[in-house]
């Protein structure tokens, strides 16, 4: 552990490495990712964006570093600790170990974000997870919807990390596409961002209470009891919103007003484009269901024929003249507030 809690900002200039010291008020879950050869912050008092292109976690301030000092990169290299390729969450030192606790009882998968580090401070844990290239609302979202053979390679990845969350005892209860970012640049392999919205059960039962997650994504069961409702299928209703949102371009249910989309989601109709195949739909409408018992769980959306059918012919992409282009588009981020905000 450091003896002190410095972090501190060697900024990228034409003359080589300038040093300043990052002090930005740092909440926890603050995110510094880094994108090409640069890393990028967010300042939580006054909405700053700074680029900088290494960063260091010092036990003291350095003496061959005063404050106008330039040097080379290649004399920073041995000195400090580099971050390359990993993304970087800073949280409290005295509840870490909370916000992190679903890392720490989920066995390692391959479509689930792996924590590679994590450096302790006085006052702060800097954890340190792997690189991401983009998110999947934001892909979608350029791409318009996507073709069958590709929506159905990457949900089958989401669908996976999802089941082995379950099966391990963990609800993810705000689940959506923003939470999926891809693990390379090639933008063909999937990986759950985050577990720190991740409910820990206790034993077999999924029974949950909250009305936690976000609005285009929530079930009909959390809008309509004051009870409980089950965690799992509640997830998997999420996972067919983001299914149906990857082939149709839109969400299923979407409207400006908050009131108006939740009677939508009440009454759990929606419309299947005739463009998709048999089997698209019928594994929509078995994820969709108003009622949570008569939903896939997420283990068995893994076997659905839909993954090993051949979609190539008869699924279509998004073009000029696709009949309800000018419907196909997925919001940016109106309607991913928390549902918190419309039941506080």
Same mark, same amino acid.
């Given at each position: 552990?450091?003896?002190?809690?410095?972090? @501190?900002?060697?900024?990228?200039? !034409?003359?080589?490495?300038?040093?300043?010291? %990052?002090?930005?008020?740092?909440?926890?879950?603050?995110?510094?990712?880094?994108?090409?050869?640069?890393?990028?912050?967010? &300042?939580?008092?006054? &909405?700053?964006?700074?680029?900088?292109?290494?960063? !260091?976690?010092?036990?003291?301030? +350095?003496?061959? %570093?005063? #404050?106008?000092?330039?040097?080379? +990169? #290649? &004399?920073?290299?041995?000195?400090?600790?580099?971050?390359?390729?990993?993304?970087?969450?800073?949280?409290?030192?005295?509840?870490?170990?909370?916000?992190?606790?679903?890392?720490?009882?989920?066995?390692?998968?391959?479509?689930i974000n792996q924590i590679t580090e994590i450096l302790l401070g006085e006052s702060r844990a800097y954890v340190f997870f792997?690189?991401?290239?983009?998110?999947?609302?934001?892909?979608?979202? $350029?791409?318009?919807?996507?073709?069958?053979?590709?929506?159905?390679?990457?949900?089958?990845?989401?669908?996976?990390?999802?089941?082995?969350?379950?099966?391990? =005892?963990?609800? *993810?209860?705000?689940?959506? %596409?923003?939470?999926?970012?891809?693990?390379?640049e090639d933008r063909n392999l999937i990986k759950l961002e985050s577990l720190e919205d991740a409910y820990i059960l206790e034993?077999?039962?999924?029974?949950?209470?909250?009305?936690?997650?976000?609005?285009?994504?929530?079930?009909?069961?959390?809008?309509?009891?004051?009870? !409980?409702?089950?965690?799992?299928?509640?997830?998997? @209703?999420?996972?067919?919103?983001?299914?149906? $949102?990857? *082939?149709? =371009?839109?969400?299923?249910?979407?409207?400006?007003?908050?009131? #108006?989309?939740?009677?939508?989601?009440?009454?759990?109709?929606?419309?299947?484009?005739? $463009?998709?195949?048999?089997?698209?739909?019928?594994?929509?409408?078995?994820?969709?269901?108003?009622?949570?018992?008569?939903?896939?769980?997420?283990?068995?959306?893994?076997?659905?024929? @839909?993954? !090993?059918?051949?979609?190539?012919?008869?699924?279509?992409?998004?073009?000029?003249?696709?009949?309800?282009?000018?419907?196909?588009?997925?919001?940016?981020?109106?309607?991913?507030?928390? %549902?918190? $905000?419309?039941?506080?």
């Amino acid at each position: 552990m450091w003896q002190e809690d410095v972090l @501190w900002v060697l900024e990228m200039t !034409s003359s080589g490495v300038a040093r300043s010291e %990052l002090n930005i008020g740092w909440t926890g879950g603050d995110v510094i990712e880094r994108q090409g050869l640069q890393l990028n912050y967010r &300042e939580t008092r006054g &909405e700053r964006i700074s680029q900088v292109g290494l960063i !260091s976690i010092l036990p003291h301030i +350095p003496k061959v %570093l005063d #404050s106008d000092h330039i040097c080379d +990169p #290649s &004399e920073m290299f041995e000195r400090f600790l580099c971050i390359c390729d990993d993304f970087l969450k800073v949280f409290d030192i005295a509840r870490y170990q909370e916000s992190l606790a679903a890392y720490f009882c989920l066995s390692s998968h391959e479509n689930i974000n792996q924590i590679t580090e994590i450096l302790l401070g006085e006052s702060r844990a800097y954890v340190f997870f792997e690189k991401s290239h983009g998110d999947m609302h934001s892909f979608v979202r $350029t791409c318009k919807k996507l073709r069958e053979e590709e929506a159905a390679r990457l949900f089958h990845q989401i669908a996976s990390a999802v089941a082995h969350c379950h099966d391990s =005892g963990l609800v *993810l209860r705000d689940l959506k %596409l923003r939470k999926f970012v891809f693990k390379n640049e090639d933008r063909n392999l999937i990986k759950l961002e985050s577990l720190e919205d991740a409910y820990i059960l206790e034993g077999e039962d999924d029974s949950l209470a909250d009305k936690h997650g976000c609005p285009a994504y929530v079930s009909p069961e959390i809008l309509n009891t004051n009870g !409980s409702y089950s965690g799992k299928a509640a997830d998997v @209703w999420s996972l067919g919103v983001m299914l149906y $949102t990857m *082939l149709v =371009g839109r969400y299923p249910f979407h409207d400006v007003e908050p009131s #108006s989309l939740f009677s939508k989601i009440r009454r759990g109709q929606f419309s299947i484009p005739e $463009t998709l195949t048999p089997k698209a739909k019928c594994l929509i409408r078995s994820i969709l269901r108003r009622e949570p018992a008569e939903r896939l769980t997420s283990r068995e959306i893994l076997d659905h024929p @839909w993954f !090993s059918s051949d979609v190539h012919a008869s699924s279509s992409g998004y073009g000029a003249n696709d009949k309800d282009a000018s419907d196909q588009l997925v919001p940016d981020v109106n309607m991913e507030e928390e %549902l918190d $905000t419309f039941f506080s």
